[in-house]
């Protein structure tokens, strides 16, 4: 059963482990406050656009993460919109993305 699972991507996580591999940072950027992360998220050949924006309010580091849908090949160009997405949102809701 796990050949079948392996070959069409089934349980979502590292062949050798069982877990899903965790995104990693790879490039940060301090903006209006707030820290922008950019992460790298691996699908196939390609990177999903993925990023966290960090934030300390009330001597509470503050995490909002978001995923989007768009996929890149090249590692720069996912770094530079994850970059800007977060800029985006920033500009947009503020402080309201850790409302719950």
């Not at 991507?9 to 899903?20: F, I, L, P």
């Not at 903006?31 to 922008?36: E, N, P, R, S």
């Amino acid at each position: 059963m796990s050949f079948w699972k392996n070959l069409f991507g089934g349980g979502g996580g590292s062949a050798a482990t069982g877990k899903s591999i965790e995104p990693a940072v790879v490039a940060e950027e301090a903006y209006k406050g707030f820290t922008v992360k950019s992460l790298i998220m691996p699908v196939g050949s390609e990177y999903q656009l993925a990023g966290l924006i960090e934030k300390e309010i009330d001597g509470e580091l503050k995490s909002y993460k978001f995923v989007r849908a768009d996929r890149f090949s090249s590692k720069e160009d996912v770094v530079s919109f994850a970059l800007a997405k977060g800029r985006q949102i920033i500009d947009e809701q503020g402080e309201g993305i850790y409302r719950p």
